[in-house]
Structure formats: C-alpha cells, structure tokens
C-alpha cells in the first residue's frame, strides 16, 4: 500500500513461448526466470499482492513456490501468440473483483522477461504514479538510435529520409528518445478499466538504465542477463 491505495501486482507468463521455449521458467543463473519476478515483486513495501497469470501448470506450481498467487488459470483463448496483455490484465482485475471480491486502486505489471529492474525501481514507478497524478506510469531506457539523428525510412521509391524531421549535427543535439524496455507498468485500476491502452492524456515515464532494461528474447539476451545478474537477486 502507498498512501492508502492497495497495489496489485500481476506477472503474465503463458507456456507456449516460440522464440526459447519454456522461456518464463527456463533457469537463470540456477533459478526460473520468473522467479526474480516475483521476489521482486513481494520484496517491495507498497504491493499488497502478487500473482501469476499463466495457461501452465508447471509455471502456475514455480509460481507459487517462489510465493506468488495463482488464483486461476488463464483461459485458452487468452494464451495465444497475438493475445494482447491488457486483455490478460483486464481478465486478472475482473478474476480479483468478481470471484475474490478484492478490491484494489493500482495495477502494476511486470513482465517475468526483464529481471534485472530493482525493487526501487518499482516502487519509484508507484509513487510517481500517484504523486504527479499520472494517468499511468511505464518504464524505459534510453535509445541508442535516434529516429530525429540516424534512423531512416524508405519510402516506395526507394528514397531513404529521416525517421523524424529535424536538422541537428550530432545525436546528442537532436530531442531524447527512449526505448520502452518493457520491464514496469503502473495503471490506476480504473483508468486501465475504462481506456485499456498504454498511451493516455498524462502518461509518464521512468527512466532505466540500459544495464537493468535486458528484455530476454533469445539465448544471447540470457548471457548477458546472467552477466549482469546481481548476487543478491534472490
């Protein structure tokens, strides 16, 4: 809880991962992916619950090992490849509210795929949520690439511009952009409820460093996670 808003925590973690098989529990560093999600989760002060929505037994059962709550299964037609995660999410609130009766005012999300964020990571995301009165609040790290500097598109004659128009020499002149890392995102419940988007009228984001913003997609990404990896993840 943060100044009396319950905090709900939800971790997405379906089976049928394409890219590395069996990604959300395949083991880093000696432990299940997940895992590092959900210890961080549970270590931060201001979450009052944290659960697993999963379509896998096995996840579901590491899940709860690990101290996360599974209060369902995820239903078949919201576990497929294009399934979008505010569906997951707005399936989760809707388990919380109908079948447990619990009601909370904030939704964080975190994805089991980015497990070198801090617990002061989420937390800071938390507060500024509710402290600048943010409609939501998502994590990011800066881009190496700019789209204003030295990212080009193609148009169909074969022309190459800009991404983004501007007239700056250097990359460090041209406006900052940033890429979402997909690590944290914090809604007011019902704010998710009634837009169910990411991008809203005071949308505000958290700046990562690039070092805690590794999203694993693939067997290099899990090297240099377990690289970086603190000792004291769990």
Request: proline residues 4%; glycine residues 4%.
């Amino acid at each position: 809880m943060f100044n009396k808003h319950k905090i709900v925590c939800v971790i997405p973690a379906r089976g049928g991962s394409k890219g590395i098989p069996r990604k959300n529990i395949k083991l880093l560093a000696g432990k299940p992916l997940i895992a590092y999600t959900i210890v961080q989760a549970l270590r931060s002060q201001y979450i009052d619950k944290t659960l697993v929505s999963t379509d896998d037994q096995e996840i579901a059962d590491i899940s709860r090992q690990y101290g996360a709550e599974v209060p369902f299964m995820r239903p078949a037609d919201l576990a497929g490849d294009h399934v979008a995660t505010i569906d997951v999410l707005l399936h989760a609130v809707q388990w919380m509210e109908k079948q447990e009766k619990y009601d909370f005012d904030i939704l964080v999300l975190l994805h089991a795929t980015t497990p070198l964020r801090s617990v002061d990571d989420i937390n800071s995301c938390i507060k500024m949520l509710v402290e600048t009165k943010a409609d939501n609040v998502f994590s990011v790290t800066e881009a190496h690439r700019n789209p204003y500097f030295n990212m080009v598109e193609a148009g169909d004659d074969g022309i190459a511009t800009l991404a983004k128009k501007g007239d700056y020499a250097t990359r460090q002149s041209a406006p900052k952009v940033y890429d979402m890392n997909a690590s944290i995102y914090v809604w007011w419940k019902d704010v998710l409820k009634n837009e169910k988007k990411i991008f809203l009228k005071k949308s505000r984001i958290y700046i990562m460093p690039k070092e805690r913003s590794i999203d694993i997609d693939d067997d290099l990404d899990f090297k240099v996670a377990e690289f970086l990896l603190p000792k004291d993840s769990i």
